[in-house]
């Protein structure tokens, strides 16, 4: 009945489906339009979220070059080439990055030799990343808005068919009181 889905293989279906199926259960579709909905309202809800995990995994990776350059800027230039300098360096930056307190503790030092606080750090890790991060806020925000969109048209839709309901509910009273007064 509808496309398939566009979940990357890196992505959790199962959620993916859970996700749908809260909505479905939210909303309880009537016919192929709301099913049709219930299927927007999760991809950008999927596409949203999608998002805010991008900006996550983003400022990570900046927070893994920014510790990097940190670390190469204590190393004489010249040992920068040796490849056994440069296997010490990246193990320590993903040891730093694990939480690993002997390699952390030693970053810290040659952080405070530079003058850099650890707000610092983020600061410079953020900024590094700044345009990325504006534009999956924009992706998650119109993701959002579009979903909204959706909610609303759902909405519409619904009171739309209640007016009609009401009015099917009116006019059937009219014809049986028109009815029972023929009777009396």
Known sequence: MLAPVHILRTEDIDAYDTLMDQFTDAIGPQDFVEWMWVRDL??????????KRARAVRLKLARRETVELILKSHYPANTLKDAEMEFAIQKDVADIMMGEEIPRAGFDEIRKKFGVTGLDNFGATYQSCLADMERLQRIADRANARR????????????AAARRAREAITAATVAINAIDAEFE
């Open 42 to 51: 999760t991809d950008q809800t999927w596409e949203e979220l999608r998002a």
């Open 148 to 159: 909204n969109m959706t909610l609303r048209e759902i909405d519409r839709r619904r009171d």
